[in-house]
């Protein structure tokens, strides 16, 4: 990852434009997946730093899905993803951030390998009341070699702990560790930002050893 644009300057969403045109001068794409369980605000962070509104795969829930799909935790939460979140981020005139929101239900995990390839990175979000439901995601980005970083995300009612979170999660103190506020532009950018020098740092650490 380029030192850069290690600033993420987050350009801003033209209002009333729902798709911002692609820079012609666009030549160099990088892919990041948010990953996590069911409601923990993966589309709305997308929705957040995206500079075009996301293309979003929510479907309401309905009585078809009970006793498959699990809301439990997720009070109030009433639709759910069933492919993807899409959102992007122009970092200058040739790169650009694709934004990945991966599927949270169990039964979509399948298509979270799919999503992995070619991935540059990614972040985990956690909502630190259902910290186990962040396990399966944390695995199989380590399975497949991706680096990674952890975003607690601030729920009403919710303490976030970032010690007791990192013991619950088994990460090793290499792994950055976060909080946010996924419905904030701000915040959800700090979340990037950390996974962009994340992985600079690895870059440069690969680049040094013999």
């Known amino acids: 990852m380029d030192s850069r644009i290690s600033d993420l300057d987050l350009p801003s ?9 692609l820079h012609g001068t666009a030549a160099d794409g990088v892919k990041i997946v948010v990953v996590g369980g069911f409601g923990v605000g993966k589309t709305t962070l997308v929705g957040a730093v995206s500079e075009i509104r996301p293309l979003s795969t929510e479907e309401v829930m309905t009585q078809a899905g ?12 009433t639709t759910t993803t069933v492919a993807f979140d899409f959102g992007r981020i122009t970092l200058n005139e040739e790169m650009v951030l694709y934004l990945f929101g ?5 039964r979509f995990w399948f298509l979270w390998d799919k999503l992995f390839a070619g991935t540059l990175g990614a972040v985990v979000l956690v909502d630190t009341r259902r910290i186990s439901d962040s396990w399966y995601a944390i695995d199989r980005l380590e399975h ?13 009612g919710s303490t976030v702990d970032l010690t007791a979170v990192r013991d619950a999660l088994s990460l090793s103190e290499d792994v950055p560790l976060v909080d946010c506020d996924a419905r904030d532009r701000q915040s959800a950018k700090r979340v990037l930002l950390a996974l962009v020098n994340r992985l600079y740092a690895l870059t440069s650490a690969r680049e040094t050893t013999p």
Do not use: M, W, Y
């Open 13 to 21: 969403r033209p209002p009333g434009l729902d798709r911002a045109p």
């Open 66 to 77: 009970a006793g498959v799909d699990h809301n439990s935790g997720a009070t109030g939460k």
């Open 102 to 106: 991966a599927p949270g239900q169990e």
């Open 144 to 156: 497949h070699g991706t680096p990674f970083i952890v975003a607690c995300n601030n729920f009403p």
